[in-house]
Structures are given as structure tokens and as C-alpha cells.
């Protein structure tokens, strides 16, 4: 490990513990080191996502959407909506529309997410303000479809990150979990009001016109997330499953079923090892922090992924991210 590296680790794990007040030993504190080694490792690989996401999202609404007074779904789209309604600034506007969103976010997801996302809009705000995109085309469905494309990209490779530039996916996570209904839905509604706003405050083909932006983005974010539909169920399989199993319940506050199994890889005669199979549920913007936890515990583990369309009981929609 770079020396430079190691000693903000190490100076960052000392920080931690100074708040939690717990005197380690020697094992304990050579853990807390290694925990804060691999949370720096993926914020090192998480942030340049966030940022190539920030400037394709700057990118799309700069040099495709905002000059030709076109709009799109989602809070992105409301933020459209009244810049060109109210004549203010769209990077005010992103921010200060997004802010109770953030505040959703910290409810539902947890205070690390709510922070990346805050700062990713201010970033966003900043580059769509001062940052000089140049004007592509003024075709009308070039507009719409990269447009969409390129913002969707941006949407896309911030969740990647670990964080959101559109308050959308967070809203309905939210609703999702008081009402008991698909996030799916909740989405579906949320644009359908947008869209109808569009058609009425400017004409129906600015509203066509913003649907086309919107399934373009919508497709681009499932495209570049992977299974971003709705939950995402992930299997684990790990000589450490016990760890990783309490990591999910006290570390991130969700719940988790074990199955037990027997490792196949073995010659013929041979005694095959059994395991515990660790199965848990997530929501799509939960999935880095679970990468996190596992990578701390054991970098091998090996993770089947597979979406859900909807989940009903236990934890997920009872209990924030921790």
C-alpha cells in the first residue's frame, strides 16, 4: 500500500474511534484499519463514476435539452419545467427542487447516500451553470433521443457511484414503502403528472417530445445500472457467511436468510463442504454499500444477483439503511 495511503487510513481510523470513545486492542484496532481501507478503495472507485456521470449528465442537458427549451421526467424535468416557465436559473432550480428529495434520502436510504447525492447536484448545478457545453444540433428528436441518452448516462453511472442526480428513484423508494405499491408505479405516476403539466402549459408535442426524452433516459439508467427495475435479490456464497450475515443485519439494518448448501467443487468420491448461503433483498440504490460490507469481510465471496419486481414483508420496506 502507498505510505501516503496508509497513513490517511490509519489517521481516519483513529478519528473514528475517537468518536465512538471504545479503547480497541491491538487485532481490533488492525480490523477498523482494513474496514477503513476498503471504504476508501470503493469511495476511489466510486467517485470518478459520480463525476463521469455528473459531466454526461451536464453534457445532455447543456448541449442537447436546456437551449431548445425541451424536458424530461422526473425532478430533472420539473427543474425544466420552471426555468422555462419562471426564467430562473436551472442550477438554482436542480438544487433547490432536489433538497427535499436529500431529505428523503437520509430517511430512507441512509446519511452517506443523502450526503454523495447532495453533493452530486451541487456539482451538477455548478457544471450545468459554468461549465460551457457546446450547442450539438437543434433537430428535434436528435435532441430526444441523445438528450435522453446522454442524461440518462449521467443518472446511470452516479447510482454506479453510489449516489443520485435526480431525486425520482428516491421518492419512490419512499412511497413505495408507505403505500405498499411497485416503484415501478410510483415512477409511471410521478412522469404521467409531468407530462400532463407539459401538455398543458406548452403543447402536446413538447409533451410527445418529452416522453421520447424520458423512455430514452429510463432505458439508458436500466442499461448502464443492470437490473435496475426494482429490488435486486443477492445471493452469497462465503467460508465467512456468518460475518457476512450479521454485517447485513447491523451494519446496513436488512434483513437475510440462510440456506443450507454443499460446495460442488469437488472430484468424484470426494466429501463435499457444506456452507450457509447467505440470501438477502435490497433496493438498487443499497447495492454499493452492500458491496462495501462484503469486500471488508471476504473479497472472494462469490454474489449472484437478480432483480425483483416487488417485495412484500420483512425489513426492506420497514427499516432505513443504517
Given at each position: 500500500?502507498?505510505?501516503?495511503?496508509?497513513?490517511?487510513?490509519?489517521?481516519?481510523?483513529?478519528?473514528?474511534?475517537?468518536?465512538?470513545?471504545?479503547?480497541?486492542?491491538?487485532?481490533?484496532?488492525?480490523?477498523?484499519?482494513?474496514?477503513?481501507?476498503?471504504?476508501?478503495?470503493?469511495?476511489?472507485?466510486?467517485?470518478?463514476?459520480?463525476?463521469?456521470?455528473?459531466?454526461?449528465?451536464?453534457?445532455?442537458?447543456?448541449?442537447?435539452?436546456?437551449?431548445?427549451?425541451?424536458?424530461?421526467?422526473?425532478?430533472?424535468?420539473?427543474?425544466?419545467?420552471?426555468?422555462?416557465?419562471?426564467?430562473?436559473?436551472?442550477?438554482?432550480?436542480?438544487?433547490?427542487?432536489?433538497?427535499?428529495?436529500?431529505f428523503l434520502a437520509y430517511r430512507t436510504i441512509g446519511r452517506q447516500f443523502a450526503l454523495?447525492?447532495?453533493?452530486?447536484?451541487?456539482?451538477?448545478?455548478?457544471?450545468?451553470?459554468?461549465?460551457?457545453?457546446?450547442?450539438?444540433?437543434?433537430?428535434?428528436?436528435?435532441?430526444?433521443?441523445?438528450?435522453?441518452?446522454?442524461?440518462?448516462?449521467?443518472?446511470?453511472?452516479?447510482?454506479?457511484?453510489?449516489?443520485?442526480?435526480?431525486?425520482?428513484?428516491?421518492?419512490?423508494?419512499?412511497?413505495?414503502?408507505?403505500?405498499?405499491?411497485?416503484?415501478?408505479?410510483?415512477?409511471?405516476?410521478?412522469?404521467?403528472?409531468?407530462?400532463?403539466?407539459?401538455?398543458?402549459?406548452?403543447?402536446?408535442?413538447?409533451?410527445?417530445?418529452?416522453?421520447?426524452?424520458?423512455?430514452?433516459?429510463?432505458?439508458?439508467?436500466?442499461?448502464?445500472?443492470?437490473?435496475?427495475?426494482?429490488?435486486?435479490?443477492?445471493?452469497?456464497?462465503?467460508?465467512?457467511?456468518?460475518?457476512?450475515?450479521?454485517?447485513?443485519?447491523?451494519?446496513?439494518?436488512?434483513?437475510?436468510?440462510?440456506?443450507?448448501?454443499?460446495?460442488?467443487?469437488?472430484?468424484?468420491?470426494?466429501?463435499?463442504?457444506?456452507?450457509?448461503?447467505?440470501?438477502?433483498?435490497?433496493?438498487?440504490?443499497?447495492?454499493?454499500?452492500?458491496?462495501?460490507?462484503?469486500?471488508?469481510?471476504?473479497?472472494?465471496?462469490?454474489?449472484?444477483?437478480?432483480?425483483?419486481?416487488?417485495?412484500?414483508?420483512?425489513?426492506?420496506?420497514?427499516?432505513?439503511?443504517?
Amino acid at each position: 500500500m502507498n505510505p501516503f495511503f496508509k497513513f490517511l487510513v490509519v489517521e481516519a481510523t483513529k478519528r473514528k474511534l475517537k468518536r465512538t470513545a471504545k479503547p480497541l486492542a491491538g487485532f481490533q484496532f488492525a480490523k477498523q484499519v482494513k474496514n477503513t481501507t476498503v471504504e476508501f478503495a470503493h469511495l476511489l472507485h466510486e467517485i470518478p463514476l459520480v463525476m463521469l456521470g455528473i459531466l454526461s449528465a451536464g453534457f445532455g442537458l447543456s448541449g442537447f435539452l436546456l437551449p431548445n427549451s425541451f424536458i424530461d421526467g422526473g425532478v430533472t424535468g420539473i427543474s425544466l419545467i420552471v426555468a422555462e416557465i419562471t426564467g430562473l436559473s436551472l442550477s438554482v432550480l436542480l438544487v433547490a427542487i432536489n433538497i427535499p428529495f436529500i431529505f428523503l434520502a437520509y430517511r430512507t436510504i441512509g446519511r452517506q447516500f443523502a450526503l454523495r447525492s447532495f453533493l452530486a447536484i451541487l456539482v451538477l448545478a455548478l457544471t450545468v451553470h459554468y461549465f460551457p457545453f457546446p450547442l450539438i444540433t437543434d433537430d428535434k428528436l436528435l435532441i430526444s433521443v441523445f438528450g435522453g441518452f446522454f442524461l440518462g448516462l449521467g443518472i446511470g453511472l452516479a447510482i454506479r457511484g453510489g449516489a443520485v442526480i435526480d431525486g425520482t428513484e428516491v421518492a419512490a423508494v419512499f412511497v413505495s414503502r408507505k403505500l405498499h405499491i411497485t416503484i415501478g408505479d410510483v415512477i409511471l405516476v410521478f412522469n404521467i403528472v409531468i407530462f400532463g403539466f407539459a401538455a398543458y402549459i406548452f403543447n402536446l408535442e413538447t409533451a410527445l417530445y418529452a416522453i421520447l426524452t424520458y423512455l430514452v433516459a429510463s432505458r439508458t439508467v436500466d442499461y448502464v445500472v443492470s437490473g435496475i427495475e426494482e429490488y435486486v435479490g443477492v445471493t452469497i456464497i462465503s467460508e465467512k457467511s456468518e460475518a457476512i450475515r450479521v454485517a447485513i443485519i447491523e451494519h446496513m439494518g436488512r434483513g437475510c436468510t440462510l440456506y443450507k448448501g454443499k460446495r460442488g467443487f469437488a472430484k468424484e468420491g470426494e466429501a463435499l463442504k457444506d456452507t450457509d448461503i447467505v440470501y438477502t433483498l435490497l433496493t438498487r440504490l443499497e447495492l454499493a454499500k452492500l458491496y462495501t460490507e462484503i469486500d471488508k469481510i471476504d473479497k472472494n465471496a462469490f454474489l449472484v444477483m437478480h432483480s425483483i419486481k416487488d417485495a412484500k414483508g420483512g425489513m426492506i420496506k420497514k427499516r432505513p439503511l443504517k
